[in-house]
């Protein structure tokens, strides 16, 4: 079919749609299907593919993409969904099944992975063959999906995958629920949410057509868009209490805390956005934008930043860029939008040097929530050493306690002191009516007094507004501040009275740890392990650590002795060699094993080598 001046529709598993270059008779193809479309070229009169853009990973999308690879084709991918392509050997492999309530239809992939040239940039126009293409989020039908916009012959056109479908209904609901049926008005409708939000975004760009992967072309695109939102809208609303306004959300996802310092109120964890009088923004944070509810599941195909808000900044705040981000700490609802910033905005990342290592190195780290890559860090910043960012003087605080690695941020906007907490507690303490919660959680690295710490910290700084992860920003006052500190001693004197009396591993239990957490080898390569060892005793001590790796395996040297002061730690260096010879294996385990001061603690810290 001739959709229009050297665009065609090659009919699959999946609507194919070729682009063709006519002088040099090439083509660039949208989706790919059973690829049986490489039979027919001359149909197009092209003799050759150069490139395939792919909307999602779908099977009917990509099941014949090997033919492609195979002809020396580029393979271009959604970034959320690259490894659900190139590596869907381990999705497949580890991909839970029992006891299952991710319902994503993320076992619709491939059978086999196929390697691929690259992901395709979002936010950002490309040369692919001879045509400039720009690509879009488009979450809905999954997580990952993606839309490409072009114009051919003056018309501007669409390929939105299965966002829509021919007159303005949906190829599957069953794709768009991504999460298991729960207690949350939106859960197992993040994906009807998220198609409402994409289809209303597609028609931002002014596309004359729209071309599906299932349907007729859509040549009114916004009567389809109507349609098809107002019955989802219909639909995720006899989920809900209230109706859902989604205008709201894309046009509005800004809240004024004061004149300078923005509120996102569509991010999964709270970013704020302080504003120069340059022109200029600096962020606190940024995760998930633009949520509609996370997707069941933890690999990396259920996660997706997104940049909907910074165009609102432009549009409503007159901010032409976003300058720099900061960190309150590393987890993924917190962090997950920098390396978008950074390739879409310039943006760069500012972190306090005891979480800049986390994000820069995330495999050395046995943490929960990491982001799944690096976050490079631009500038290191020293606690307790004030920043300047524009006319912002900004103090950078450690702030110990939801995390270990986690900072605050103390300034004046707007004539009003200001003290950034991230996730260390909830900000919705009501006397006699609601309790304040101190967000403790073990494996992120907490001690028995570290809110005492920040409570001490707040009392010293006395600012007027606190603005936290997943709350309100909240009006503080001295009985705030009090109980704060009364909360925090309560809480460390629970922990000394439970713990055993004698020996003190710290409120999470362990005495020794290994770095890195997660290594890759080649069979005859090394690797170096450092093992940090807490000496529990309130005397010195002497602390024996051996290494235990797979048979066959060394680990020089195989003892180290170490002396450790009362209640202090120490750090046992070790060289880890993988034998020539060694097949390849993912995630083998190797240990310490503890004693200290005569105490036999057993492998009490373990590590992952993968051998490739």
Same mark, same amino acid.
Request: hydrophobic share 40%; net charge negative; aromatic share 8%.
């Given at each position: 079919?001739?959709?229009?001046?050297?665009?065609?529709?090659? #009919?699959?598993?999946?609507?194919?749609?070729?682009?063709?270059?006519?002088?040099?008779?090439?083509?660039?193809?949208?989706?790919?299907?059973?690829?049986?479309?490489?039979?027919?070229?001359?149909?197009?009169?092209?003799?050759?593919?150069?490139?395939?853009?792919?909307?999602?990973?779908?099977?009917?999308?990509?099941?014949?993409?090997?033919?492609?690879?195979?002809?020396?084709?580029?393979?271009?991918?959604?970034?959320?969904?690259?490894?659900?392509?190139?590596?869907?050997?381990?999705?497949?492999?580890?991909?839970?099944?029992?006891?299952?309530?991710?319902?994503?239809?993320?076992?619709?992939?491939?059978?086999?992975?196929?390697?691929?040239?690259?992901?395709?940039?979002?936010?950002?126009?490309?040369?692919?063959?001879?045509?400039?293409?720009?690509?879009?989020?488009?979450?809905?039908?999954?997580?990952?999906?993606?839309?490409?916009?072009?114009?051919?012959?003056?018309?501007?056109?669409?390929?939105?995958?299965?966002?829509?479908?021919?007159?303005?209904?949906?190829?599957?609901?069953?794709?768009?629920?991504?999460?298991?049926?729960?207690? @949350?008005?939106?859960?197992?409708? *993040?994906?009807?949410?998220?198609?409402?939000?994409?289809?209303?975004?597609?028609?931002?760009?002014?596309?004359?057509?729209?071309?599906?992967?299932?349907?007729?072309?859509?040549?009114?695109?916004?009567?389809?868009?109507?349609?098809?939102?107002?019955?989802?809208?219909?639909?995720?609303?006899?989920?809900?209490?209230?109706?859902?306004?989604?205008?709201?959300?894309?046009?509005?996802?800004?809240?004024?805390?004061?004149?300078?310092?923005?509120? +996102?109120?569509?991010?999964? !964890?709270?970013?704020?956005?302080?504003?120069?009088?340059?022109?200029?923004?600096?962020?606190?944070?940024?995760?998930?934008?633009?949520?509609?509810?996370?997707?069941?599941?933890?690999?990396?195909?259920?996660?997706?930043?997104?940049?909907?808000?910074?165009?609102?900044?432009?549009?409503?705040?007159?901010?032409?860029?976003?300058?720099?981000?900061?960190?309150?700490?590393?987890?993924?609802?917190?962090?997950?939008?920098? +390396?978008?910033?950074? *390739?879409? @905005?310039?943006?760069?990342?500012?972190?306090?040097? %005891?979480?800049?290592?986390?994000?820069?190195?995330?495999?050395?780290?046995?943490?929960?929530?990491?982001?799944?890559?690096?976050?490079?860090?631009?500038?290191?910043?020293?606690?307790?050493?004030?920043?300047?960012?524009?006319?912002?003087?900004?103090?950078?605080?450690?702030?110990?306690? @939801?995390?270990?690695?986690?900072?605050?941020?103390?300034?004046? !906007?707007?004539?009003?002191?200001?003290?950034?907490?991230?996730?260390?507690?909830?900000?919705?303490?009501?006397?006699?009516?609601?309790?304040?919660?101190? +967000?403790?959680?073990?494996?992120?690295?907490?001690?028995?007094?570290?809110?005492?710490?920040?409570?001490?910290?707040?009392?010293?700084?006395?600012?007027?507004?606190?603005?936290?992860? %997943?709350?309100?920003?909240?009006?503080?006052?001295?009985?705030?501040?009090?109980?704060?500190?009364?909360?925090?001693?309560?809480?460390?004197?629970?922990?000394? #009275?439970?713990?055993?009396?004698?020996?003190?591993?710290?409120? #999470?239990?362990?005495?020794?740890?290994?770095?890195?957490?997660?290594?890759?080898?080649?069979?005859?390569?090394?690797?170096?392990?450092?093992?940090?060892?807490?000496?529990?005793?309130?005397?010195?001590?002497?602390?024996?650590?051996?290494?235990?790796?797979?048979?066959?395996? *060394?680990?020089?040297?195989?003892?180290?002795?170490?002396?450790?002061?009362?209640?202090?730690?120490?750090?046992?260096?070790?060289?880890? @060699?993988?034998?020539?010879?060694?097949?390849?294996?993912?995630?083998?385990?190797?240990?310490?094993?503890?004693?200290?001061?005569?105490?036999?603690?057993?492998?009490? !810290?373990?590590?992952?080598?993968?051998?490739?």
């Amino acid at each position: 079919m001739r959709i229009c001046d050297d665009v065609f529709l090659h #009919e699959d598993t999946c609507h194919v749609y070729v682009l063709r270059d006519r002088g040099r008779r090439e083509a660039v193809l949208v989706d790919f299907g059973s690829g049986d479309v490489l039979d027919r070229l001359a149909d197009f009169e092209v003799d050759r593919v150069t490139d395939v853009l792919v909307t999602h990973h779908h099977r009917d999308q990509v099941q014949g993409l090997a033919r492609a690879a195979a002809a020396g084709i580029r393979i271009w991918v959604p970034p959320v969904e690259h490894d659900l392509i190139a590596r869907v050997d381990e999705h497949w492999r580890t991909r839970p099944l029992d006891n299952d309530y991710d319902v994503r239809q993320d076992r619709y992939s491939l059978l086999e992975q196929v390697p691929v040239t690259g992901t395709v940039g979002e936010y950002r126009t490309a040369r692919y063959g001879a045509f400039d293409i720009y690509t879009h989020p488009l979450p809905g039908h999954t997580v990952g999906s993606v839309g490409y916009f072009t114009d051919v012959a003056g018309r501007r056109i669409a390929f939105t995958g299965d966002l829509i479908h021919g007159e303005g209904r949906v190829w599957s609901l069953a794709a768009t629920q991504w999460a298991y049926t729960g207690f @949350h008005e939106t859960a197992g409708m *993040e994906g009807v949410a998220a198609t409402v939000l994409s289809c209303m975004q597609v028609l931002e760009h002014g596309p004359e057509l729209l071309l599906p992967s299932h349907g007729e072309p859509v040549t009114d695109p916004p009567a389809a868009v109507t349609r098809a939102c107002r019955a989802l809208r219909q639909l995720l609303d006899t989920r809900r209490r209230t109706p859902w306004d989604p205008e709201e959300k894309l046009r509005r996802p800004w809240n004024q805390v004061t004149p300078h310092l923005l509120r +996102n109120t569509t991010s999964m !964890a709270n970013s704020y956005a302080l504003l120069s009088e340059h022109g200029t923004a600096l962020l606190l944070d940024f995760g998930y934008d633009l949520t509609t509810g996370l997707a069941g599941g933890h690999d990396r195909s259920s996660r997706r930043p997104l940049l909907a808000s910074i165009e609102a900044l432009r549009r409503d705040h007159g901010i032409d860029r976003v300058e720099v981000a900061l960190p309150t700490h590393y987890h993924d609802d917190h962090v997950a939008g920098f +390396n978008l910033l950074r *390739e879409v @905005h310039g943006t760069q990342v500012w972190s306090p040097s %005891h979480i800049a290592p986390v994000l820069n190195s995330p495999e050395r780290w046995d943490l929960p929530c990491l982001w799944y890559d690096p976050i490079p860090v631009d500038r290191e910043l020293t606690c307790g050493r004030p920043v300047r960012w524009r006319e912002y003087e900004i103090g950078v605080h450690e702030l110990p306690g @939801h995390t270990l690695y986690a900072a605050a941020y103390s300034f004046t !906007a707007d004539g009003r002191s200001v003290i950034a907490t991230g996730d260390q507690q909830s900000t919705e303490w009501e006397p006699g009516i609601r309790p304040e919660l101190l +967000n403790y959680q073990y494996r992120n690295r907490f001690r028995v007094d570290d809110f005492v710490r920040s409570a001490e910290l707040y009392r010293k700084l006395r600012p007027e507004l606190m603005i936290s992860g %997943h709350w309100a920003p909240f009006e503080v006052g001295d009985d705030y501040l009090d109980m704060l500190l009364a909360e925090g001693e309560k809480l460390a004197r629970l922990h000394r #009275e439970l713990l055993p009396r004698d020996l003190d591993f710290g409120a #999470e239990g362990f005495a020794a740890r290994i770095a890195p957490y997660r290594s890759v080898l080649t069979a005859g390569g090394r690797t170096g392990l450092s093992v940090g060892v807490r000496n529990p005793f309130p005397t010195e001590e002497t602390a024996e650590v051996m290494m235990c790796v797979p048979d066959g395996w *060394e680990a020089e040297p195989p003892v180290v002795r170490l002396e450790i002061g009362a209640h202090g730690e120490g750090v046992a260096d070790f060289q880890l @060699h993988v034998p020539a010879g060694t097949g390849p294996a993912e995630r083998l385990r190797v240990a310490v094993d503890v004693t200290v001061g005569g105490m036999r603690l057993g492998q009490q !810290a373990e590590a992952l080598v993968s051998v490739r």
